[in-house]
């Protein structure tokens, strides 16, 4: 609107200073069209830093609601390997720019509906992104419920790896799929354990109050192999004679 508003502008003084002031032109053509081309360059620049990057570099756009669902592990003290230990599931927000990345919000649950309980909360304290796109590196700051499974885990990082992508012509597209391995920083004297993690973005239709484990795992697509089954063709009906 700036850019659109100098430039009816300063076309407007050429004209009524050439027409209407003609002994005293305040402008001359070469000005306003110094003008007119700083404006539109500007109001370029801003619609790329602020919309069109997206479209211009999909395969980098992370930003939404993404769903995950997870396995964490903790240490075995006798075998001195990571064990399975519970499943749990959750929400992240990714917030994005032109130059800037970061994870606004995570929130990591147990259980669904009236037995669903929220464990802990995290961000990222810094956040980066590899060159082709395919990895997303997050510096995470948790803050656990007092009492709850995650109430030993402080810091941690998070290694994100792109699994699907959106089918575009000539071009990677947007990320829809990733999984991840999350090493956490803990308190001294309480168990090491990491994470594995399964993440799809989630669609903007779907409410918060319909997220679910389920729900997150329904969104996933089939593996290769494993597609839905075709529905039965129904029988041809004889005509009546």
């Not at 004297?189 to 389920?214: F, M, N, T």
Request: aromatic residues 14%; glycine residues 8%; hydrophobic residues 35%.
């Amino acid at each position: 609107m700036v850019a659109v508003f100098t430039t009816l502008a300063g076309w407007y003084y050429y004209f009524y200073y050439h027409y209407k002031v003609p002994t005293n032109p305040e402008f001359r053509f070469i000005d306003i069209l110094s003008i007119s081309f700083s404006a539109v360059a500007g109001a370029v620049i801003l619609l790329y830093e602020t919309f069109a990057w997206r479209w211009f570099n999909p395969r980098l756009d992370f930003s939404g609601e993404w769903g995950f669902t997870e396995t964490q592990f903790a240490i075995d003290p006798t075998t001195g390997e990571f064990q399975p230990a519970f499943d749990a599931w959750g929400v992240l927000t990714i917030t994005e720019d032109v130059s800037s990345i970061g994870i606004a919000k995570g929130e990591t649950f147990i259980g669904d509906g009236e037995h669903k309980r929220r464990f802990s909360t995290w961000h990222s304290m810094a956040c980066d992104l590899n060159e082709d796109g395919n990895q997303l590196f997050a510096a995470l700051d948790h803050t656990p419920v007092p009492g709850g499974k995650g109430g030993d885990v402080k810091y941690g990082i998070e290694i994100f790896t792109v699994t699907n992508r959106q089918n575009t012509w000539l071009r990677k597209g947007r990320p829809l799929t990733m999984t991840s391995e999350v090493l956490h920083s803990i308190e001294r004297g309480a168990k090491a354990h990491r994470v594995s993690v399964d993440y799809i973005r989630l669609p903007r239709s779907l409410k918060a109050s319909q997220i679910s484990s389920q729900t997150i795992r329904n969104l996933r697509p089939a593996p290769p192999g494993q597609d839905k089954p075709a529905s039965t063709p129904r029988k041809a009906k004889r005509r009546k004679s």
